[in-house]
């Protein structure tokens, strides 16, 4: 389970300090890669993270967080899921689908940040292409 990720983890030591303006740009470039028919439902953000929630008119929800820094922590459920490691523009990547989700999520070891797409199963192709679009810097 979650052991995956401590390990997967462990390497994410270098600070990125406070909210910088990269979620912005990170965030605006994601929007281009959106499916068609999804709008903008929600966006949150605060010092460390940011996180943008689509929803299409299906019903449908495709979520956009990007985090920073040494003291923001993530935990992904993997027990009985399928977990699947991927290279996506030379950046660590694991995707995880489990009971009809699939979660993708980005890591730039080099500033300790991460991205996580969070769509349903069907959307895997989706998430990729989102993530080896956005220039995650």
């Known amino acids: 389970g979650a052991n995956v990720f401590r390990d997967f983890f462990a390497s994410i030591r270098d600070v990125v300090g406070g909210r910088s303006g990269s979620y912005e740009e990170v965030l605006r470039e994601a929007k281009n890669w959106i499916p068609e028919g999804y709008e903008l439902e929600s966006h949150r953000e605060n010092r460390f993270s940011a996180r943008c929630v689509y929803s299409s008119d299906n019903c449908q929800e495709l979520s956009i967080g990007l985090f920073e820094g040494e003291n923001t922590g993530l935990c992904l459920d993997t027990e009985n899921a399928e977990v699947h490691d ?3 523009n030379g950046k ?15 890591i730039d070891e080099k500033k300790g940040n991460y991205l996580l797409i969070t769509g349903s199963m069907e959307q895997t192709d989706d998430l990729v292409k989102i993530a080896q679009n956005i220039q995650f810097e």
């Open 92 to 106: 660590k990547a694991v995707i995880i689908t489990k009971e009809g989700v699939s979660q993708l999520c980005l």
């Open 86 to 88: 991927e290279m996506i």
